[in-house]
């Protein structure tokens, strides 16, 4: 009987170290995979956003939220802005510069509803 407790001891001895060391060397490699991919992570190029644009047409009647959405200001944004945001609008839209006179119109008239100075007939068009 002590033969084979002695032999069960032995058997035990010797398979606990090989678990701790597989157990090690499982977490050693694992720890090394993760590092590995959270520098991939880090190194990956920076994607922009793609910005979504206003999917409908024109309303009847150009409200705050519209002219704001033309512009690409805020419905409250200060007059500062409004100006900087139509300039920037109307350069890349001119009629002069090969723009449509309708979009000019329009982003006229944005510039108009959120300074205040609405027109009473809407848009020319």
Not at 52 to 66: D, K, W
Not at 88 to 99: E, L, Q, S, T
Request: net charge positive; aromatic share 8%; glycine share 8%.
């Amino acid at each position: 009987m002590t033969e084979i407790l002695s032999c069960f001891v032995d058997q035990a001895s010797v398979t606990s170290p090989f678990v701790v060391g597989a157990t090690v060397a499982a977490a050693a490699l694992g720890g090394r995979y993760m590092i590995a991919a959270w520098q991939a992570f880090k190194a990956r190029p920076a994607i922009p956003r793609i910005r979504r644009f206003y999917p409908g047409g024109f309303q009847p009647a150009m409200t705050r939220r519209e002219a704001a959405l033309i512009l690409g200001v805020r419905e409250h944004a200060a007059m500062q802005k409004i100006k900087e945001a139509y300039r920037r609008v109307v350069a890349a839209n001119h009629p002069d510069a090969g723009g449509s006179q309708y979009l000019a119109s329009k982003i006229n008239e944005a510039k108009d509803v959120l300074m205040g100075k609405t027109r009473g007939s809407g848009s020319a068009f």
